[in-house]
Structure formats: structure tokens, C-alpha cells
T-cell receptor, first 112, second 115 residues
Framework: AQSVTQPDIHITVSEGASLELRCNYS??????LFWYVQSPGQGLQLLLK??????LVQGIKGFEAEFKRSQSSFNLRKPSVHWSDAAEYFC??????????FGTGTRLQVTL | EAGVTQFPSHSVIEKGQTVTLRCDPI?????LYWYRRVMGKEIKFLLH????????ESGMPNNRFLAERTGGTYSTLKVQPAELEDSGVYFC?????????????FGPGTRLTVT
């Protein structure tokens, strides 16, 4: 069965600092990987996705993620965090079926 | 273009009562999904409609949950009778393609509290 682990429940970074959110997945075949963000009162918004090809994926709002098959990881990064990035971030995986399997989420707090 | 909408945004009911959640997908999206997040846990898949047909309902917790999608447009999720463990946030999502390659667009969720 597929699964996603986000080991960090809560992370605090200073505005302007770099950010890396960890995601490890378990899936028997080639996975399709996603990062979603949920701001307060909003639905989940897709930041980026990986299907195939270049393992470094660029997304919206200056985010990027790198797929590392050998480590079963898909970590999310941003070089300089803005206060508006404070939100909850979810990593998800799917395969040939369309249902998404999510991690438990990482809540990001940004200090000024 | 309007996004996925859900109604109500919040619902507080007593154990044993009935609640119906509604989801309006993006116009033209044949695929509609329901997910649920219990506090502190991951977002879990409940079921998937393709038009009015249930494609996959493997995530439905038990027979107290009934999902419908009349005419392949909006969908309702009824919980009857509600139990304490049904509390959580219920998300709806829609997509054009049923395959994993397609983005699922999520609504803001309905927060259900069962007391």
C-alpha cells in the first residue's frame, strides 16, 4: 500500500531564511508526487507536481522540489521564505489510481 | 471561473443526528472526490465519482456514510447517524481527467463537529 511520511509536524523559520520540508513516500511503482499548501480558510492549492523527467521540479510561489528515487524522497524547498508562506503543507502520492494519499502535513510558522 | 465550493463551512451537530454536506465541483469536471481529515491525522480518501457513478468508494468508513452525485453535477455526503469519531474536515476535490496526472482542485472544506 502506498504511504507518505512528513516527519516534521511543525517548523518555524525566520523570514528570508531558506526552507526545506521533508517528504518520504512508499510506493511500489513509479509514483506521481505532489505538494499542496493550505492557508487558513482556504482549500488545498497545488504548489508543484512530479510525473517524470527532470527530477527537480519548479512550482508556484518560488517553491521547488527534488525527486530522489534512491531515497524515496520528494523534499520541498524555498531559498527565501516570506511571511505569507505561513501555512500547512501536504505531500501526496498517487499511482495509476487517481486517489491521493497524503502525509500528515507540516505546519510552517514564519517569524519576522 | 468559480472554484470548488462546499457548504456549509462549519457544522456542529449532536451524536445521533444527521448531517448533509454539499460539494459543487468546477463546471465541466467529471471527476469528484471526497476526502476527510480527522484532527492531527492525514487527509484520507473517501470516494471518487466519475460523473454520477461511484468509481471507487474504498475509503468510506462504514454504512453510516452515503454519497450521491445526482446528474453528475453537485455531490452530497450524508452522515446518518453521526458519531463522535466523524468529527473532522471534509474536503471535496474535482478534476477533468481521472488519471493521476491531472490536478485535483480542492474546496475549502467543511468542518464537522459532532458533540
Amino acid at each position: 500500500a502506498q504511504s507518505v511520511t512528513q516527519p516534521d509536524i511543525h517548523i518555524t523559520v525566520s523570514e528570508g531564511a531558506s526552507l526545506e520540508l521533508r517528504c518520504n513516500y512508499s510506493y511500489g511503482a513509479t509514483p506521481y508526487l505532489f505538494w499542496y499548501v493550505q492557508s487558513p480558510g482556504q482549500g488545498l492549492q497545488l504548489l508543484l507536481k512530479y510525473f517524470s523527467g527532470d527530477t527537480l521540479v519548479q512550482g508556484i510561489k518560488g517553491f521547488e522540489a527534488e525527486f530522489k528515487r534512491s531515497q524515496s524522497s520528494f523534499n520541498l524547498r524555498k531559498p527565501s521564505v516570506h511571511w505569507s508562506d505561513a501555512a500547512e503543507y501536504f505531500c501526496a502520492v498517487t499511482g495509476t489510481a487517481s486517489k491521493l494519499t497524503f502525509g500528515t502535513g507540516t505546519r510552517l510558522q514564519v517569524t519576522l | 471561473e468559480a472554484g470548488v465550493t462546499q457548504f456549509p463551512s462549519h457544522s456542529v451537530i449532536e451524536k445521533g443526528q444527521t448531517v448533509t454536506l454539499r460539494c459543487d465541483p468546477i463546471s465541466g469536471h467529471d471527476n469528484l472526490y471526497w476526502y476527510r481529515r480527522v484532527m492531527g491525522k492525514e487527509i484520507k480518501f473517501l470516494l471518487h465519482f466519475v460523473k454520477e457513478s461511484k468509481q471507487d468508494e474504498s475509503g468510506m468508513p462504514n454504512n453510516r456514510f452515503l454519497a450521491e452525485r445526482t446528474g453528475g453535477t453537485y455531490s452530497t455526503l450524508k452522515v446518518q447517524p453521526a458519531e463522535l469519531e466523524d468529527s473532522g474536515v471534509y474536503f471535496c476535490a474535482s478534476s477533468q481527467s481521472p488519471f493521476g496526472l491531472d490536478e485535483q482542485y480542492f474546496g475549502p472544506g467543511t468542518r464537522l463537529t459532532v458533540t
